[in-house]
């Protein structure tokens, strides 16, 4: 059974598409469960649940749930993130901390509702969706980026606890703009390659968590291939 946590549109949906194809169960996560009507259509056996990734009692709630509905986890798929984008001097106090709380608490919060039982089986993989900007700040990233730095110093720290658990942690890093109707909207000009495929993201996830133990991938970059980088 896998869970995707941030299943709207764009890299959530294609995640919950292909472990769906692959047949698994699939629980889909969102703050706002209504958002989740037009993905659940699609996926034969799918649950919804609402879920605030950065509040530790809703995140409980939804796993408690989930495992009452759906059995034990067997994929964690972390696509929660938070795309506030200001610089030093113009981002709040409240819009750092959200972006903390998504992208680094509720990564640690929902990691650990799945953690005991991919212990108990010996096996499992937590992926998380990564950004370049966790591996440098930019002028307007001054939330985003500590977020996402802190996201991928887990993800590693994660790892090397888990893994000798037989517990797969993976970072996939997206290094740029993700196909989604509001990125077409606010890039009209821009061809199809410029953008990242979702379903391209989707399938490195599932390879990921294909991967036989003796030759594990922790940290995996997805970008069009005409990003300069």
């Known amino acids: 059974m896998a869970v995707v946590a941030g299943a ?26 209504d958002r989740l009507d037009a993905i659940l259509v699609e996926l034969e056996g799918a649950r919804r649940y609402a879920c605030d990734v950065g509040d530790a009692a809703s995140v409980e709630k939804a796993f408690t749930d989930i495992r009452r509905d759906l059995g034990a986890v067997d994929v964690l798929l972390y696509n929660a993130g938070s795309g506030v984008f200001a610089d030093v001097e113009s981002i709040t106090p409240e819009q750092f901390e959200q972006a903390w709380r998504v992208n680094a ?6 990691s650990r509702q799945v953690i005991p039982s991919m212990k108990a089986n010996a096996g499992g993989s937590i992926i998380f969706i990564g950004a370049t900007a966790s591996r440098r700040g930019n002028v307007q990233t001054a939330a985003f980026a500590p977020a996402k730095a802190a996201q ?4 590693e720290s994660m790892a090397r606890k888990l893994w ?3 517990i797969h942690v993976a ?8 196909d989604l109707p509001r990125t077409r909207q606010a890039m009209p000009g821009k061809p199809d390659d410029a953008f990242v495929d979702p379903a391209g993201i989707a399938e490195i996830a599932f390879q990921l968590h294909q991967q036989q133990r003796r030759a ?4 995996v970059e997805a970008r069009p291939f005409g990003e300069k980088w």
Not at 105 to 110: D, M, N, R, S, T
Not at 216 to 219: C, I, P, T
Request: hydrophobic letters at 55%.
């Open 171 to 178: 970072l996939i890093i997206v290094d740029g703009v993700v």
């Open 8 to 33: 709207g549109p764009g890299n959530g949906a294609a995640l919950a598409r292909r472990f769906s194809a692959a047949g698994y169960a699939v629980a889909l996560l969102a703050r706002n469960r």
């Open 216 to 219: 594990w991938s922790f940290e």
């Open 164 to 166: 000798p658990d037989g």
């Open 105 to 110: 608490l509720g990564a640690l919060l929902c």
């Open 152 to 155: 991928r110093s887990l993800a």
